[in-house]
């Protein structure tokens, strides 16, 4: 079984501050998913990084896949309240049958 | 993209009841589906993984009896969970993949007094 291990399980910090996810395994994926998940809500695909190396943006998140796709990182950039959430990294396994989570990082961030 | 819906969105029941839950993808075929439980502030457990017309395959430790799944076409999959007990309370999400990708429901919140 591929695991994903994400880190920090729970932050909470104030509105302006910057802040990394991470998101790590002993596996390589052929890609990597990241997912924000609101109370009362499902997930909702945030982006998803295929590239060794790759980096995505959007807005003020920076998505970053390893260069040996054993890892990624989401970055945030001036946290507002409206980031609050639970952030999920996700990979397919190797069969290809079916999505393997990290943990999950609950952010909250204080107005 | 591509949207699937969950239906009730939430549902109190007696224990010993049983409730189904459906999963629906609007606007594209969903070869395989999954569904998945989740406590508060925890990522998703994966319960079971359905393709359209052949039984599920269950995740170790979820019971088949107990959580039964239908997939019986490309847009339609259901979860019913018999004699429902407290413990059997959660937020049950399911998600749909196809050609298109893999989206999430928006999940049923499920509670059994």
């Known amino acids: 079984t591929q695991l994903l291990e994400q880190s920090p399980q729970f932050l909470s910090i104030q509105e302006g501050e910057n802040l990394t996810v991470y998101c790590n395994s002993s596996s390589v994926f052929s890609s990597l998913q990241w997912y924000r998940q609101e109370p009362g809500e499902g997930p909702v695909l945030l982006v998803t990084v295929v590239t060794g190396g790759e980096v995505k943006k959007l807005k003020r998140l920076t998505f970053q896949f390893g260069d040996a796709r054993k890892d990624s990182s989401l970055h945030i950039t001036a946290a507002q309240p409206g980031d609050t959430g639970l952030y999920l990294c996700a990979g397919p396994e190797t069969s290809g049958s079916r999505l393997t989570f990290g943990e999950g990082t609950q952010l909250t961030v204080n107005p | 993209g591509a949207v699937v819906s969950q239906h009730p969105s939430w549902v109190i029941c007696k224990s010993g009841t049983s409730v189904k839950i459906e999963c629906r993808s609007l606007?594209?075929?969903?070869?395989?589906m999954f569904w998945y439980r989740q406590f508060p502030k925890q990522s998703l457990m994966l319960m079971a993984t359905s393709n359209e017309g052949s039984k599920a395959t269950y995740e170790q430790g979820v019971e088949k009896d107990k959580f039964l799944i239908n997939h019986a076409s490309l847009t339609l999959s259901t979860l019913t969970v018999t004699s429902a007990h407290p413990e059997d309370s959660s937020f049950y999400i399911c998600?749909?993949?196809?050609?298109?990708?893999?989206?999430f429901g928006p999940g049923t919140r499920l509670t059994v007094t």
């Open positions: 606007d594209f075929q969903a070869t395989t």
């Open positions: 998600s749909a993949r196809g050609q298109v990708g893999q989206y």
